[in-house]
């Protein structure tokens, strides 16, 4: 017995996340919503759900949580959220949140870029990890994958492309020392995803942006530009859902096994967060963590001592 007990505690960066992207400027609801619908294989994006379930709900539960763990900063309400309520805006019952839900309104479409650039091969430096299933869509394209060694970056034409690690792109081509860095967000099943997150580093050219939105949609991706931001939009929220899954399971509030029930069963996530971690890596979740804690200055993102604690253990949370 906890203060939101399995899934109003752990769905609580679902929304987080998404308000403070939204408020940062790093992209507008409808772009926001659509990577997490299309890339992340949630059913609805944080603000199409937030204005169903009705913000004066929401933001109500969110505050409890918050009070209810001494103000802990994971929790923390959103002012833009907030808002919404004092303003009456509650979601589809009001007829206005987020979106407009007033007769014959259009609801904003994702902001998604274009390219008319040509692409023929993609260099792979070293083992592609994650981004394995994009480069199998790519030869069946008949893009031409050339292997090398390397850290396991992707090089098209002049663009440089790898995974997010929760760095910002100018900070991770400033330390790597790379040129035309792009960044690509995560994606539930990289072999299906319709649209993908993208941002890039101050520095990279247009024709390294051109070149990567292009190659994106030679197997029918449609590319979303995100402003750069630490840890892109799925990524992050996905490695906080995991960490506060994992806290939750070093308080002893249930197992592994029940906290991915309930959420996939209590709020019909495509998969449950601590699943979702083990099949990204330990690692990788706690270095994107790390650096999102290092870029922010805040607890907010401090990993848990449960994903630590199985990080050096060598061990999954689904042995």
Request: charge should be negative; glycine fraction near 8%; hydrophobic fraction near 45%.
């Amino acid at each position: 017995s906890t203060p939101g007990f399995i899934v109003n505690r752990v769905a609580r960066p679902f929304y987080a996340e998404s308000l403070r992207l939204l408020q940062e400027g790093v992209a507008d609801c409808a772009t926001l919503d659509a990577l997490m619908r299309d890339a992340g294989g949630f059913r609805m994006g944080a603000f199409e759900l937030t204005d169903l379930i009705g913000h004066d709900v929401n933001y109500a539960v969110t505050c409890s949580v918050f009070d209810a763990y001494y103000n802990d900063m994971r929790f923390q309400p959103s002012l833009i959220q907030k808002e919404l309520v004092d303003a009456g805006r509650l979601g589809r019952k009001s007829g206005r949140g987020f979106y407009d839900y007033s007769e014959g309104a259009d609801k904003p479409q994702p902001v998604t870029l274009s390219s008319n650039a040509t692409i023929s091969a993609v260099i792979v430096e070293g083992q592609p990890g994650l981004l394995a299933p994009l480069l199998e869509r790519l030869r069946a394209q008949d893009i031409e994958i050339i292997q090398r060694d390397g850290p396991g970056l992707l090089r098209v034409g002049d663009a440089v492309l790898a995974l997010t690690d929760g760095r910002m792109a100018s900070q991770r081509a400033s330390e790597d020392a790379l040129g035309n860095l792009l960044l690509l967000d995560l994606a539930l099943d990289y072999s299906k995803t319709t649209r993908l997150g993208i941002s890039w580093a101050a520095n990279t050219s247009q024709l390294a942006i051109d070149q990567t939105v292009a190659l994106l949609a030679r197997v029918g991706i449609k590319a979303c530009a995100l402003r750069d931001s630490p840890g892109l939009c799925v990524m992050r929220t996905v490695a906080m859902l995991a960490n506060e899954g994992a806290d939750a399971l070093l308080q002893g509030v249930a197992t592994a096994a029940d906290i991915d029930l309930a959420m996939c069963a209590g709020v019909n996530y495509p998969r449950g967060p601590l699943a979702w971690a083990d099949s990204l890596g330990l690692g990788t979740v706690t270095d994107v963590l790390a650096n999102l804690q290092a870029s922010y200055g805040e607890e907010r993102y401090r990993p848990s001592l449960q994903l630590r604690r199985q990080v050096a253990q060598e061990r999954k949370f689904h042995d």
